[in-house]
């Protein structure tokens, strides 16, 4: 029985740390800078890709119907279409508009300004203009989807925000703040592991050829093929280094010694990808999600701007929190 209960407790310090806010802070600011870019970089073709019939690449009626197979309740941006119309309003003013409203709710985001009903608005709109053009959409678009998700579940306002200043009173847990973050971590780990195992299975990664595709195939195409032929040895070097970061990340994440030099290498390997092959804000939310989850106390002290702890929280009475710069 003792056993239990001591191992029970373990599994409770584990999932409940004592965690600043600035993680939260790193993930808000980091997202909504990737939000506005996202906007900006898809302005000039915003109405061509959610064009319901005739402008588009791809139908987003289409689309939609694909979606609606597996259920009727994701968002959409056809929903918004169908509430315009109805007040007379046309397609590509709707479209417009949403646009505007997701720009717009980026920057609330960005300063913290009422960072709850940010958070929702900004997470519903981007999954519905991700749902509207799933067929053209990539991992870029579910990962900035899943952040979003979390400062929508997470303790609210964070540190650095317009919120924090004027909710002075405002009290969070910081056990729960942790507990957040810890998910955050079990999530990248199972992303990162799941990754590399699937290359290390596939032959390609291992001599270097999925490497060498992924550079020379449009639009990825940005560095000639005549320099790329001259590193021809490095591939398979290369193609193994990837998949052992990734499937070690949570192993070796854990270990205190190596947590900052496995941290350091996977942010090099995600702004190689960036500006080896143009996907920049594929490369940008996959740092922002690890600058969140492992930046603070590896790659900086974690800091001391910590939220008052409510003495009603269960755990405060039963079990003994370490703080997680402790561990």
Known sequence: MTDFKS????????????????????????????????????????????????????????????????????PRIGWGITVGQYFGISEQTTLIAIWWCLL??????????????????????????????????YGMDNLTTIGLFYLVLAPSPAAFSVDALWRRRNRQDRHLVGFFRRTLQLHLCL????????????????????????????????ISPDILIRFKYVYPIAGIGIWLLEIGYPFFMWQR?????????????????????GMYLFASVMIVLNLAAFGPGTLWPPGSKLVPVRRNFPLNRNVSLRPAAEK
């Open 104 to 137: 717009t709710i980026a920057i609330f985001l960005l300063f913290g300004l009422f960072s709850r009903l940010a958070a929702v608005i900004s997470w519903l709109l981007h999954l519905a203009t991700v749902k509207s053009s799933l067929l053209l959409s």
């Open 7 to 74: 191992a029970k407790n373990r599994v409770i310090r584990f999932l409940f740390p004592v965690e600043s806010d600035q993680w939260l802070a790193v993930l808000r600011v980091g997202l909504s800078i990737q939000l506005l870019a996202y906007c900006i970089s898809i302005k000039q073709d915003w109405n061509y890709f959610l064009a319901s019939t005739g402008g588009g690449i791809l139908s987003r009626n289409f689309t939609e119907a694909v979606v609606d197979l597996n259920s009727p309740f994701i």
């Open 191 to 222: 992303i990162y592991f799941f990754g590399g195992l699937n290359k290390a299975l596939g032959r390609g990664w291992w001599d270097g050829a999925n490497l060498w595709r992924a550079l020379t195939r449009p639009p990825f195409d940005i």
């Open 257 to 277: 010694q190596l947590r900052r030099p496995w941290l350091i290498a996977i942010l090099v390997m995600h702004v190689g990808i960036g500006l080896a092959m």
